[in-house]
């Protein structure tokens, strides 16, 4: 169990340009999470997958996010013509899936848009 | 909607003293709940969970105990170290949120020595 990996650790950006983001599960896990936290806040869900179907997308998802998970393993964030606002640690979790199953989460990608 | 709502940090505490960090949650149906840690510079790490009323869920010497009575969650420790410094979340999930984590906005732990 190599834990949930993220890439990269940090990414700053100008306003405008597309950035993407990866996360590789832990492999047995299907399902995968991707959730934004900001300073002094908790995090806050954005999206999750179960195998390489996305099942549900918050509203904080506006049309210049886009996330995959092509097929059932890796997942990517994609962000288009980034804004300040998107500044953030961007998280990825796994999980076994089920309702009492724990999510383990990577150490994030912290993005900063200038 | 489901949600959490946690004591404002930080809390600032001498080593070897008694913690408490308060948590409450409004949900319908029966959710778990979870508390997280957060060390400095690291990844979320599942603390302790409990998934139904009564039920305590302890690690490290954290305890906490799930009261439905009370819609409570609150993470104790009876004798913090310097190590234990860190932010810590409260988070629960229920079935018609499709049990994704909903968390709290977090408690900064300091511990002096």
């Known amino acids: 169990d190599t834990g949930v990996s993220q890439d990269p650790r940090h990414k700053i950006t100008k306003r405008g340009q597309n950035v993407t983001f990866r996360c590789d599960p832990i492999s047995e896990h299907n399902r995968l999470y991707w959730y934004r936290q900001t300073l002094g806040q908790g995090p806050e869900f954005l999206t999750y997958f179960q195998n390489e179907a996305q099942l549900e997308k918050s509203r904080l998802l506006s049309d210049r996010f886009s996330a995959e998970r092509p097929k059932g393993s890796f997942s990517t964030l994609e962000i288009q013509r980034t804004e300040q606002g998107d500044s953030a640690m961007y998280l990825c979790?796994?999980?076994?899936?089920?309702?009492?199953?724990?999510?383990?989460f990577g150490n994030g990608t912290r993005l900063t848009v200038t | 909607g489901n949600s959490v709502t946690q004591m404002e940090g930080p809390v600032t505490l001498s080593e070897e003293a008694f913690l408490t960090i308060n948590c409450t949650y409004t949900?319908?149906?029966?959710?778990?709940l979870f508390w997280y840690v957060q060390y400095p510079g690291e990844g979320l790490q599942l603390l302790l969970k409990a998934t139904k009323a009564d039920d305590k869920g302890s690690n490290k010497g954290f305890e906490a105990t799930y009261r439905k009575e009370t819609t409570s969650f609150h993470l104790e420790k009876g004798s913090v170290q310097v190590s234990d410094s860190a932010v810590y979340f409260c988070?629960?999930?229920?079935?018609?949120?499709?049990?994704?984590?909903?968390f709290g906005s977090g408690t900064r732990l300091l511990v002096r020595p």
């Open positions: 979790a796994s999980s076994l899936g089920g309702d009492n199953s724990p999510l383990h």
């Open positions: 988070a629960l999930s229920s079935m018609d949120s499709s049990y994704k984590l909903i």
């Open positions: 949900a319908t149906g029966y959710p778990s």
